[in-house]
């Protein structure tokens, strides 16, 4: 079953620690945090730094978590950036 929890407007850069700052708010709003077991998105540079910061978030909270190798690629996303 899938559910889109969020949908947030980023005003500042799009860069992975923004992008990360706004889902592990969301991630910590829903008490989700340690309940991460994928994370879909396209293979642009900003993404590393994402689940880079995500991962580092987990640990600092003692969460075991290795999020780059949850990250899922989107196929169509990459086929569009390429």
């Not at 829903?30 to 540079?45: E, F, H, P, Q, S």
């Given at each position: 079953?899938?559910?889109?929890?969020?949908?947030?407007?980023?005003?500042?850069?799009?860069?992975?620690?923004?992008?990360?700052e706004a889902m592990w708010n969301t991630l910590e709003l829903?008490?989700?945090?340690?309940?991460?077991?994928?994370?879909?998105?396209?293979?642009?540079?900003n993404n590393d730094t994402l689940l880079e910061s995500l991962e580092k978030r987990c640990a600092d909270e003692e969460i075991h978590s290795s999020c780059k190798k949850a990250w899922i690629c989107c196929l169509p996303h990459i086929v569009h950036l390429s």
């Open positions: 079953e899938e559910l889109l929890i969020d949908f947030c407007k980023i005003i500042s850069e799009h860069s992975g620690a923004n992008l990360a829903y008490g989700l945090k340690d309940r991460i077991m994928g994370v879909v998105c396209d293979n642009a540079t």
